[in-house]
């Protein structure tokens, strides 16, 4: 079919009235249809100026760029370098993207070779070769072209006009060519089924059986029952409207059935244009879609009549203009941009119940020029056929946290690696959903158990993948323990069990411990074994295994009359009459003594505390071979006092007094 669309004038006129159904411009599915590759701006068509907006790229970092820009400063050198180079990138986000509200289906950018001046075109058909032949007959290699069939950047991407696989599916387009003087010619066509090139051997290979293709089939109601290959012709005439041919593969028995008959195609009509190879039985014929002037796409190029404000953003590498070489910009007539709504077209699956609306529609976009506005004229330049609309493949990777005492919800997360999915999920043995993210692709888990996902590309596409995630939990506790003594006037604390606390368990050993003491006085630490000089009360320990952060605790209650004990010479001592060897003496509390009977010379400490641990007296002593009278703090009546003796820097005695 054959669709007319003219540039909106920058004189500030209204345009021109559209002489068929494509739009003069515009933003369709959120993507600007401009003759201009900034993201949230137009620059020519309907709307213009500073509008929310995707588009090929964002040069300001503003917006959504569709073609990834990946070593952008790498490319951009060689080209102002003069280097006559090839090359191609994907889409910026993954297939299948839901982005601003709408589904990304793919995305491909080609920059081609040029034979400016005494360069050469490495991409060249080398012999005659036309649309409808056989492509396994065309012959590329290295030769001139002429400048306004040189092409240099092409774009093609598909998207959805929301994130459901029955939301409008649209195709948006665009060419610039070397040469901005005369007319250009190029097609957009779309392999079902892989198309490559060999640039060694200068052959054309194709996964297509019919004719080197892939035909469009129908059932008896004319429903399509199988999608094939599809071309978007495209004619651009400097100063005059360009002209749009959108044409399906089909055998002469299918196009002979369903053209001017009783049957015809469901969503669309042939328009009678057919055009095949010699002696072919299959061929390109030409649709004009059903909804009559219906708006279902748009076209513009960057041409308004004044050429000084004709010069349009190109990419982040810049492009390359007749006679000036390389330059940031476009220069006017150079870049056609196009967008089709297949949707209202008739050829998107979603509307055929025989068909897979998550299908693969195509699987690489081959860009071509020719020398002439025929469908069959000669082809000249071509851009190596880029990958475009790849199977969404389910490829996610998982990450999965275990519960733990310090850790009792958790995340299952899906890191998507080829295609964006849809995900559903159900939680079984225990298990309990507490959230998801925006799409499903974090989920937030409460207990232990079983997590199901079911996996899609797309709402609306039937499940591609179910896995199975399990959560476990980890609550195995160290065991602990705790227990006092004494060194000096010092009381030390001990504290366990690390080896205990080693044990197997299906997440390992010990990881190591933490400790938590508290005691009187607001005493604490986090040591193991600490010493402190608050003696009597009782002693918490908290025990946290690192692995989990479960815990276990123990006490120990330190009593003022739990270090009784008598050391003669450093040994403590074995039987009741040496005991008798240290004893208080007086029974009036302001005038007591401690009698301290050694066998030797030896260093000793007296600690004498108050009842509320609080030190009366602390001082070193240096005691002599025999009897030893030691004067003890006087206190008034009915006040409690504890009194410690060390000798050689251990407990030698302890009581309690009046």
Known sequence: MKFYYVALLATGLLPIT???????GGLYSLFGVDADSRSNYMKYGLVTGAVTSDDWFAPSGYGNNV?????????????????????????????????????????????????AASLKDSTVFMSAAKNGDNPTSWNGGVASTPAKNDLVDVYAHMRRDGVSVYDSLWFFTGASTYSTNGNSYYDAELYKNSFLYNSSTGVFSSGGTSNGHTEWLFDASGNLTQTGDLIVAVT?????????????????????TYYGGALSPSRFNFNGSYSSGSGSTYGYASIVSKTGTTAFGAGISNSSGTVAQDS????????????????????????????????????????????NPCQSLFSNIFFKSRSSASFTANLQDFVAPLTFLRSPVMD??????????????????????TTAGYYSWKAINGGNISGTNGDSSSLSVSKAGTYIVSASPAQGCPTALVDTIVIPIDTF?????????????YLDLYGGNVAASNYSTPFGG???????????????????????DTVWGDYALTVTEKRNGCTATATTTVKRNMFIALLVNGTIAANSSQRQSIYLAGNDPEQMSLVVNTTSNCQAYLAVYNIAGQALEKKSLVLAKGNNVIGIPGTSKNCIKVITLFINGRVAWTNVSL
């Not at 559209?18 to 003069?24: E, M, P």
């Not at 593969?249 to 002979?256: A, E, G, K, R």
């Not at 005492?405 to 299952?412: E, S, V, W, Y």
């Not at 506790?477 to 006037?489: E, I, L, R, V, Y």
Request: include cysteine.
């Open 510 to 532: 010990s990881a190591g411990l933490t400790w938590s003491w508290s005691g009187p006085n607001s005493f604490s630490s986090t040591v193991q074994n600490p010493v402190t």
């Open 18 to 24: 559209c002489l068929a159904q494509l739009n003069n």
């Open 396 to 417: 996610f990777s998982i990450t999965a946290d275990t519960l733990r005492c310090n850790h009792p919800a958790g995340t299952i997360t899906l890191t998507n690696n």
């Open 236 to 256: 651009s005439t400097p100063g005059s409207v360009p002209v749009i041919d959108v044409r399906i593969w089909v055998s002469q028995t299918t196009f002979n």
């Open 67 to 115: 073609i990834d820009t990946a070593n952008a400063s790498t490319y951009l050198s060689q080209l102002q370098s003069g280097t006559n180079t090839s090359f191609s990138k994907r889409m910026s986000q993954l297939l299948y993207a839901k982005i601003s509200g709408k589904l990304w289906l793919d995305a491909a950018y080609g920059r081609d070779f040029v034979a």
């Open 477 to 489: 506790p160290p065991k602990a323990s705790a227990f006092a003594g004494m060194t000096g006037q």
């Open 312 to 355: 349009t953003y190109a990419t982040p590498w810049g492009t390359i203009v007749s006679g000036t070489g390389w330059s940031a910009l476009y220069q006017t007539q150079q870049f056609t941009e196009v967008g089709l709504n297949l949707s209202r077209i008739g050829v998107d699956p979603a509307l055929y119940s025989a068909l």
